[in-house]
């Protein structure tokens, strides 16, 4: 049994963000990793912690190479969660083929794999940028025409956004360079609209702060990641650890945690830090005055 959280923030609704898993074929590694038990192993954290999660939702990536294959492997490996997922394609992704294995995934008017969650806390809007055959994101016509119309019944309703690739750049020439190419018209069709939070993958980097205006996070990759090499640096991959986020969403506050689900360091039980001690008597009035005054 997973507990119910209490929190502070009120009413919640807790959600885990996890992105970019890479799925290949069973018994083909990926960029020196096991995709499959990068996510058992995040599957059975979820279970275990944050079973009491409304969604799990998964910014794209599914597939390293789109290989069908990999989407059946990585359906029987959802078929583990506990929490209802929904699943956002990325450039590594394959839309005719995902589709085949998961056709029960929401897809909009033209096939395009978007949707829209109603929630207790808003509206979660589920884009899908994926440009076939190239590792650059789009929002086509088509695309956005459906956005707007999904910014236009979500009325005043708080609206969290997830998508694969960032519309913005990070400061890493290689990602910028792959980033969603239309960022301006995403921007003006936001405008003015109620989005408290876009949460985005593609960087295999922890990445957090505002673009014009709207705050976003970026996760780790449940595989490997790319070096902290900001401007033109020759870029490098490095294996600092996956993680996914716990994401409590209100009308008003969204609070990302990020949870390094594979440590497996110690634990220990917390013990209250002693007050401050000071060993003169000047400092000790000091302290004592400024504890008195009132701010
Ligand atoms: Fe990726």
Not at 29 to 42: F, G, I, K, S
Not at 67 to 72: H, L, S
Not at 79 to 104: I, K, M
């Amino acid at each position: 049994m997973v507990p119910r959280h209490r929190t502070g923030i009120s009413p919640v609704l807790k959600l885990i963000h996890l992105t970019d898993l890479h799925f290949t074929p069973p018994g083909v590694d990926h960029l020196e990793c096991e995709p499959r038990q990068r996510l058992e192993q995040a599957i059975e954290s979820i279970n275990a912690e944050h079973g009491d999660a409304a969604f799990v939702v998964i910014t794209g990536d599914l597939a390293a190479l789109g290989q069908a294959a990999a989407y059946e492997d990585l359906k029987d490996c959802l078929s583990a969660l506990r929490v209802p997922y929904r699943l956002c394609l990325g450039n590594g992704d394959h839309r005719t083929r995902f589709r085949e294995t998961f056709p029960e995934i929401e897809v909009d008017e033209n096939g395009f794999v978007q949707s829209v969650v109603e929630t207790a806390a808003g509206r979660l809007i589920l884009l899908d940028t994926l440009c076939q055959g190239v590792h650059w994101g789009e929002l086509c016509a088509l695309r956005l025409a459906w956005l707007s119309r999904q910014l236009e019944a979500s009325g005043s309703s708080p609206l969290f956004l997830f998508m694969h690739h960032p519309p913005f750049p990070i400061g890493i020439d290689l990602l910028d360079g792959l980033r969603l190419r239309d960022a301006d018209r995403l921007a003006a069709l936001l405008e003015g609209r109620t989005v408290r939070h876009i949460f985005l993958g593609h960087a295999h980097r922890p990445v957090a702060g505002s673009w014009r205006g709207i705050p976003f996070s970026i996760l780790r990759s449940t595989v490997s990641q790319f070096a902290l090499r900001l401007g033109n640096a020759r870029p490098a991959r490095c294996y600092e650890p996956p993680f996914y986020a716990v994401t409590l969403l209100s009308k008003d506050d969204v609070i990302v945690h990020f949870h390094d689900y594979s440590y497996d360091g110690p634990v220990v039980a917390y013990e209250p830090v002693p007050d401050i001690v000071v060993d003169d008597e000047a400092t000790a009035a000091d302290f004592q005055k400024q504890r008195k005054s009132p701010r």
